[in-house]
């Protein structure tokens, strides 16, 4: 499994998902409730527009998917649920392609299933 954080992109700003759990739970006597957690990684160039843009850059990309994520809170009705996404971590690195700053957001999602 490679991490996101030796992935290479050919530009930026990029995202990627990745799966990182689920687990099913009682809900009522005829359904249970499945819970999907997934990590988003947004990623943007900052060895040449500097941390401060970077990271100016994230806060507006993460407050538009959030923004996104609250008007389809169900996401048309495949997470009947509901979900629950928030910003997890801000952070730097230096990879192959130079400096870049990332941000993940935790996104949980959960779909009834009748038993």
């Known amino acids: 499994k490679i ?13 990627e998902l990745l ?15 499945r819970n999907y957690a997934y990590e988003i990684f947004i990623f943007v160039e900052a060895e040449n527009q500097g941390l401060d843009a970077a ?8 407050d538009a998917l959030i ?22 971590s801000f952070s730097d690195f230096r ?6 700053a990332v941000a993940v957001i935790t996104l949980k999602c959960h779909k009834t299933k009748v038993v």
């Open 67 to 88: 923004d996104a994520f609250d008007a389809d809170y169900t996401l048309s009705g495949v997470a009947d649920g509901g979900i629950d996404a928030a910003p997890s």
């Open 3 to 15: 991490s996101p954080l030796d992935a290479e992109f050919g530009s930026y700003p990029v995202a």
């Open 55 to 62: 990271y100016s850059a994230l806060r507006s990309a993460v």
């Open 95 to 100: 990879g192959r392609g130079g400096k870049v």
């Open 19 to 33: 799966e990182s759990g689920n687990e099913a739970d009682y809900f009522t006597n005829a359904e249970n409730i």
